[in-house]
């Protein structure tokens, strides 16, 4: 803009300049992703054939090899070593493995293979099996590649099944209670998908980490800082750790408690879906555990028994209650922001256990809601949905509401991420620069609005704190959309028919 105030002459006109402060545009938040965590196949299997000695050790081709056997989840069958002809080695009597650089089936480890003699006083005598110095053997392993227990992002569940294993079994067990379930993490991610979470970030448990609490631990500790996993799923399945036991059970819903409010205190707000494997024992009901946990990041589901198909064996099976909680995550990840999970369909269930079914009362239903258990009921249109969204604190409205808690997360991280990104942090505080920071405030409420993440804010202001002047401070109140849950229709019964006249009768002479 010409400076009309200057010696230098400017002709009569009309003169615009653009003066807006700067304006952010927030990237955006990802918030249809569910995070699942817990057993998968957990390993790659590999045969080779080496030549083995007394004398010295011969080192096998892959890392993190299961030296022993892993009881699960989930479980993972020792080493087998046969010769040539087929004749199978003993572990201890013929050969021994030898671990460096590492424990067993830990990512970086070397395994080595040694034969044994079947005379102490005579290294070079034949093993009990007659495995001789130089002989060669078939050595059938399981291995985990270095990168398979982080975190990874899918949206393709051939991927997902080619790396994790997959999901339902192929051939029916011989007992018609057996579970069919091959790889929970697989199954769980399916579920998710199918009910419309548009990725899954994977975490496989390590069976090398110890008892199952403590791997569900470990895995918690590689997603503590990433933003994408605002939805978790933690598959409490039975195995290793006990978790059909009143007192495990709360363990593992206190840790992943934990680990939520940990994680929102520190700006990754996320919710936790959990649910009870088929065997938990309902003697320490569920709604005792709502009522024992009472955290708005925190879901526990019911019923902890669904059937679902497996087309493989052409029959149903039953599978445990987070697959469920599954199947809840992956509805809400589906969902806008705004939107709970009261009164929406699940699929990838073909029903509940007769006995199941025939247990839920109104009165039954009503106790565990009550509680903050978020229930799945059938309806009379035979669909499985979502009876109230809830979370297992049930104070207030606020608490209760799993889409209110949701809202204040994905809030927080938009105004988070798009101040961060505004390019205002480190520059010089001038007179203009509380106005700098109200118009990019501004700008990402005005997109709240627009995503429908919230439905208005007031109340905008900013401005430079005096006990530490390198401090901009700025406050807003927003408004949430509340979750209509009731319909309050009277109505009554009108008898009055109308008017009514009585004619006299004229004698017909």
């Keep these: 803009m010409p400076d009309i105030s200057s010696s230098t002459y400017t002709p009569p006109g009309v003169y615009v300049s653009d003066e807006s402060t700067p304006a952010v545009t927030p990237r955006s938040v990802a918030t249809s992703t569910v995070t699942i965590i817990g057993p998968a196949l957990g390993y790659e299997t590999f045969s080779e054939v080496v030549s083995v000695f007394s004398a010295s050790s011969t080192a096998l081709a892959q890392q993190g090899i299961y030296a022993t056997a892993v009881t699960g989840p989930p479980a993972i069958a020792a080493p087998v070593v046969r010769n040539l002809a087929g004749l199978l080695m003993v572990y201890g009597d013929d050969y021994t493995f030898e671990v460096v650089a590492g424990s067993g089936s830990a990512s970086a480890a070397i395994t080595r293979i040694k034969r044994l003699s079947g005379d102490e006083d005579d290294l070079t005598a034949p093993s009990p099996n007659g495995l001789v110095d130089g002989a060669q ?42 579970s069919q379930v091959a790889s929970a993490l697989t199954l769980a991610a399916k579920i998710a998908l199918e009910n419309g979470a548009a990725s899954v970030l994977c975490v496989p448990t390590n069976p090398a980490a110890g008892d199952y609490r403590v791997q569900l631990g470990t895995a918690y500790k590689k997603i503590e800082v990433d933003y994408r996993a605002q939805i978790l799923v933690p598959l409490f399945v039975d195995g290793a750790y006990d978790t059909s036991t009143g007192a495990n059970m709360a363990n593992l819903l206190a840790d992943v408690k934990l680990h939520c409010e940990t994680a929102a205190a520190d700006g990754y707000g996320r919710i936790a879906f959990t649910g009870a494997p088929a065997n938990f024992d309902n003697v320490v009901g569920h709604d005792a555990m709502a009522i024992q946990q009472a955290s708005r990041r925190l879901v526990l589901v019911y019923p902890n028994r669904l059937l679902t198909f497996n087309s493989a064996v052409n029959a149903s099976t039953e599978i445990d209650g987070f697959y469920l909680a599954a199947a809840q995550a992956g509805r809400l990840a589906r969902n806008p922001v705004a ?8 699929t990838s269930f073909t029903g509940l256990p007769a006995t199941v079914a025939q ?14 258990v978020s229930v799945a009921e059938i309806t009379q249109a035979n669909q499985l949905v979502v009876r109230h969204g809830l979370s297992t604190n049930m104070q207030a409205v606020l608490t209760q509401e799993i889409s209110l808690t949701r809202v204040g997360d994905t809030l927080l991280q938009m ?12 520059e010089p505080i001038n007179a203009e620069m509380t106005t700098n920071v109200k118009s990019a405030l501004l700008g990402l409420l ?31 109140s927003y408004k949430p959309a509340i979750p209509m849950n009731y ?17 006299e009768q004229t004698a017909t002479p």
């Design 339 to 346: 939107r709970g999970l009261t009164r929406q369909s699940l």
């Design 415 to 426: 105004v988070q991420t798009g101040m961060e990104n505004s390019g205002l942090i480190g």
């Design 359 to 372: 247990a839920m009362t109104r009165t039954f239903r009503n106790n565990l809601s009550r509680a903050g």
């Design 446 to 476: 005005e997109q709240a609005v627009g995503d429908a993440v919230i439905v208005s804010y007031a109340n905008v202001l900013v401005r430079q704190l005096s006990a530490d002047p390198s401090i901009i401070e700025a406050t807003f």
């Design 137 to 178: 053997v078939r050595v059938t392993y399981a291995f985990t590649n270095p990168s398979y227990y982080e975190p990874t992002l899918h949206e393709d569940y051939d991927q997902i099944v080619s790396m994790y294993g997959p999901a339902l079994v192929s051939t029916a067990p011989a007992s018609p209670t057996a």
């Design 487 to 503: 319909i309050v229709v009277k109505f009554s019964v009108d008898l009055t028919t109308g008017d009514t006249t009585a004619e």
